[in-house]
């Protein structure tokens, strides 16, 4: 019974706490402060926030090209936040959940406040020429 090949129960035990070591770290690495779900959740996050600055640029530049298309190069238009909301809704497909807001007693004054359907708020603010959206600066606004 001395030259039975197989394997030990020494071995056995190594292998199984090697294992169990090898799965501690990999539930770690999923799940800790800095795991990768948690990592996966804010570059998700980071996304939908650039998608919907990007789409508030784009629906105010294509309102800024029509009205200059209108004006013939004179006066300056501002975009008006009906417009705004509009465009944005159809540039995102959607026929409701978006609003602009303008501040001061005009609802077309600068800053405006767009609520998206994600809830998130951001503060539109044309900058000193709303000739071109060069100068729209686009911040989120925290809740």
């Known amino acids: 019974?001395?030259?039975q090949k197989g394997i030990t129960m020494i071995s056995l035990v190594i292998t199984i706490i090697v294992l169990l070591i090898l799965a501690a770290i990999s539930?770690?690495?999923?799940?800790?402060n800095n795991g990768m779900i948690v990592e996966s959740n804010?570059?998700?996050e980071e996304h939908s926030v650039g998608e919907e600055k990007e789409i508030i640029k784009s629906s105010y530049s294509a309102i800024k090209i029509e009205l200059l298309k209108k004006a013939d190069g004179k006066k300056e238009h501002p975009v008006p936040a009906t417009d705004l909301q509009k465009q944005?809704?159809?540039d995102m497909g959607i026929s409701s959940g978006v609003s602009v807001v303008g501040s001061g007693d005009g609802s077309d004054e600068f800053p405006y406040t767009v609520t998206m359907p994600s809830g998130r708020k951001y503060k539109v603010n044309a900058g000193e020429s709303a000739q071109t959206n060069e100068n729209l600066e686009i911040t989120e606004i925290e809740s």
């Open 42 to 44: 804010k570059a998700r």
């Open 1 to 3: 019974m001395k030259n």
């Open 27 to 32: 539930v770690a690495m999923l799940t800790g």
């Open 88 to 90: 944005i809704l159809d």
